[in-house]
């Protein structure tokens, strides 16, 4: 073992690292920069105007720069690798640029010290993709093993260590598991902590498994890791998922676990544990966890049902009869009062199948509710309040009219947009904000439980009145929860199929299919240029107006740091729209860079940059609405801070120096790489509702 200059073998690894990087690197980055550009240089511009040294020479070939393109924000580029390699990736990156830097200053390497390098390396390029690269530096850690093995010959007394059965495990994971789960491809487990109390253990795996009386539910999944000595791992973005064909055949409610095994590399078991959870029905939803069972229930509404189909015909006729007009045109109109006649439409069609009221269970959260289809409540006419909220929600939603979805205390009712709106998320659980749209008479309540009185001469109007008579929105504390349909299908909350008994005794499917979600025309210039009208000022008022310029370093508008404004995470295609949005006067909500959807975060998306594209897009067209790089902890203080300075600014001098920037100019003065903004369009920040900021 004395012989081997571990050393030299992790630079051995980290050598063939960076050739197996570099064209992965190169491709990803050249899709985001200018034809031409070395993204290396686009890194030392940045190192530049963050005010770091610029003497180093910076070569697209050099691992560290490499791994920090991979691992760090690229100024305007955002974080161009997310997306296009794992999670875990990322992980490695960081670890081999601790590596990279020990090796760089020439600091010894222990056996394991190595070992860990040259595996976290052999994970890195398989998780990108370069398998040649990892095949050579398995050699590595294979000649390692040879070199560990060998003095073990010079003695009869060494004997292979017993497993040790000290290591534990922790699950952090959703308690409820149901078929909407699994349907929407919601991952269970949060986290699973590993504390390793005894020495390293390189290439454990962790084999994890969800399980009832029924068999496997999601599993087995594998983890591999290496557990450093006395240290705590922590585990997350555990690509476990519920399967959609075994937690439909759960019939009934039953005890289940989540099993964890952790073995080292030789398969000897180090720890293992169980977690328990309840399997839900098939049809079945709980209110727990409150906030992801709120974006889920949307799940529950199933226009693509038959049943759906077959009474959108009675609603075209009601509408005929009575407006003239059979076109179940949604929005179409722009007129409130069409979409009041069609939701009416709807409750009488409802109300016409005669169907029968059934209590629903005294607590969501305790024992939940099984839901009926579409076809258990139209054809067999029976339904809780919660069924025909559902049911009626499919139905507006097949007319093209969006709906929200009221959970209060032991009840449910339906909210109907009069207007082409919808919530900004996909659920909220402080629904003040909601209670306001109803009382301006953007949303229409609907207590949907009358559908199911036919001879007691209750109409659509006594249905609207209801939910304000009976005074049960007067108490928000009375609300548990409001869901958007909309929002939820633009999150991935799809409906569940819908399946029917067909004559024959076939089962037919029908899958639903997403709505095509809007998109922003590709923005053109409105019109000729006009080249600039030159005036002759005198030298010496020149001279005096030059004066009042500061021309330093110190100016922002010469050169602009990172810490010199919040970036806005709007997507590059609709820069000119969202700059003919401002100049118009639209109000622009901010969101906080962290305040993402339940069902996003469940998918591993923690940042609003981190959301496809075109989410991004359609969240600025439809809810006017673009994420700030800032986290909701420090949101309110740095918006308020900004917002303050510059009124003050404008109170102490008149003029308003707050502005949105569009572009940048890189450009170099001396030895200085400098960044400066090119289009300023002022605007000003005021606070909105709970804190959220509108510019």
Not at 235 to 240: A, F, K, P, Q, Y
Not at 545 to 558: G, Q, Y
Request: hydrophobic share 40%; charged share 20%; glycine share 6%.
């Amino acid at each position: 073992m004395g012989d081997v200059d571990y050393h030299q073998v992790v630079g051995q690894a980290l050598k063939t690292v960076a050739a197996g990087l570099r064209p992965f690197v190169a491709q990803v980055l050249n899709r985001v920069l200018p034809p031409g550009t070395d993204w290396a240089q686009a890194l030392k511009q940045k190192d530049a105007a963050a005010g770091k040294s610029g003497h180093r020479d910076y070569q697209n070939t050099d691992l560290q720069l490499m791994l920090r393109a991979m691992t760090e924000r690229l100024g305007t580029l955002a974080y161009p690798f997310n997306g296009q390699m794992p999670r875990q990736a990322e992980v490695y990156a960081k670890e081999l640029r601790e590596v990279r830097n020990k090796w760089a200053h020439t600091e010894p390497f222990s056996e394991p010290e190595a070992r860990r390098a040259i595996e976290t390396a052999e994970l890195l390029l398989r998780a990108i993709g370069a398998s040649s690269h990892a095949v050579t530096v398995a050699e590595l850690k294979a000649s390692l093993s040879t070199a560990s093995t060998a003095p073990a010959q010079t003695t009869d007394a060494a004997q292979p260590a017993p497993a040790s059965h000290s290591a534990t495990i922790d699950i952090a994971a959703i308690a409820d598991l149901s078929y909407a789960m699994a349907h929407c491809r919601i991952p269970v487990i949060e986290q699973i902590t590993v504390d390793n109390p005894g020495p390293d253990a390189h290439g454990a795996v962790v084999e994890v498994d969800i399980v009832s009386t029924d068999g496997s539910h999601g599993g087995p999944t594998e983890i591999h890791l290496d557990l450093g000595a006395d240290q705590q791992t922590v585990l997350r973005d555990i690509n476990l998922k519920l399967d959609p064909a075994s937690m439909l055949s759960v019939d009934e409610q039953r005890p289940g676990e989540i099993r964890a095994v952790l073995k080292n590399a030789a398969g000897d078991v180090l720890a293992e544990t169980n977690k328990p959870v309840d399997i839900l029905a098939a049809n079945q939803w709980k209110a727990v966890p409150q906030q992801l069972a709120m974006e889920l229930i949307a799940a529950y509404a199933q226009p693509n049902s038959a049943a759906v189909a077959v009474i959108m015909l009675e609603v075209s006729d009601r509408l005929k009869d009575s407006t003239g007009n059979p076109s179940i045109d949604g929005y179409q109109s722009e007129s409130a009062e069409r979409v009041d006649a069609i939701a009416r439409a709807v409750f009488e069609a409802m109300q016409a199948r005669d169907i029968r009221y059934s209590e629903p269970p005294a607590s969501w959260g305790d024992i939940g509710q099984k839901v009926r289809t579409p076809a258990e409540v139209l054809d067999g006419r029976l339904g809780t309040c919660l069924d025909t909220t559902l049911v009626m929600a499919a139905v507006l939603e097949q007319a093209g009219i969006n709906t929200t979805i009221w959970m209060l205390s032991g009840h449910a009712m339906l909210g109907y947009w009069r207007q082409d709106m919808s919530l900004p998320a996909v659920s909220t659980l402080e629904p003040v904000d909601v209670v306001n749209s109803v009382d301006l008479g953007y949303i229409g309540l609907v207590e949907t439980t009358m559908v199911t009185n036919r001879d007691s001469g209750l109409t659509f109007d006594d249905a609207r009145r209801a939910p304000h008579s009976s005074g049960r929105i007067d108490d928000v504390a009375n609300i548990v929860g409001v869901t958007d349909i909309r929002q939820a299908r633009f999150a991935g909350i799809y409906p569940l199929p819908s399946r029917a008994v067909l004559a024959d005794g076939q089962i037919e499917v029908t899958a639903y299919t997403p709505p095509v979600a809007p998109t922003i025309a590709t923005y053109t210039g409105s019109g000729p240029t006009h080249a600039a009208t030159v005036s002759h000022v005198p030298p010496r008022v020149q001279q005096w107006k030059n004066a009042l310029l500061d021309l330093s370093l110190r100016n922002k508008l010469i050169n602009y740091t990172d810490r010199s404004g919040y970036r806005l995470e709007i997507p590059g295609p609709i820069l000119g729209y969202f700059e003919d949005a401002i100049n118009a006067g639209t109000p622009i909500t901010l969101i906080g860079s962290d305040e993402v959807s339940t069902t996003a975060r469940a998918r591993g998306i923690r940042y609003g940059r981190d959301l496809p594209e075109d989410e991004r897009q359609v969240l600025l067209a439809d809810k006017h609405s673009a994420y700030v790089d800032i986290t909701e902890a420090s949101y309110k203080s740095k918006l308020r801070y900004l917002a303050n300075k510059a009124r003050t600014i404008v109170q102490e001098t008149g003029a308003n120096n707050l502005y949105l920037a569009f572009g940048t100019l890189h450009w170099r003065f001396g030895d200085k790489d400098l960044r400066s903004p090119l289009v300023l369009v002022p605007v000003t920040i005021t606070p909105k509702n709970k804190g959220s900021v509108t510019s």
